[in-house]
């Protein structure tokens, strides 16, 4: 387990894919190519909500990474310049500790 604060690097590197730099840190400012929103996140895909997700995923070094749809908070993050603590407020309960468990294929099927 882990506190959301421990995400802020990955998510760092998660918005340099589309930064014109890779010299920045969690808080300085950077460059989003595209609005990034987590708008309709309870009824369809959301990119801001896959990044996070991805970078849960990637920060445990896991095959799947899932996310209820009612832990994010409706947010539009407009292209151009953003940080990192923007994106976690589409987070609404950063305060929990993220949880992480061994399924089988098949259990997640059975879920």
């Known amino acids: 387990m882990w506190k959301w604060r421990n995400l802020i690097a990955l998510l760092t590197v ?12 969690a808080d300085d400012p950077v460059t989003l190519e595209s609005e990034l929103s987590t708008r309709n ?7 801001l909500a896959d990044i996070i997700v991805d970078a849960i995923r990637d920060l445990d ?4 990474a899932l996310m209820h749809a009612s832990a994010f908070v409706e947010t539009n993050i ?3 310049p953003s940080t990192v603590e923007a994106l976690l ?4 309960y950063r305060e929990d500790l993220v949880v992480v468990v061994n399924l089988t294929g098949e259990q997640i099927r059975k879920a």
């Open 14 to 25: 998660c918005i340099l894919i589309t930064s014109a730099s890779a010299s920045h840190v």
């Open 61 to 64: 070094k896991s095959d799947a």
């Open 78 to 80: 407009p292209r151009g």
């Open 89 to 92: 407020k589409a987070v609404q």
């Open 41 to 47: 996140v309870r009824s369809e895909e959301s990119d």
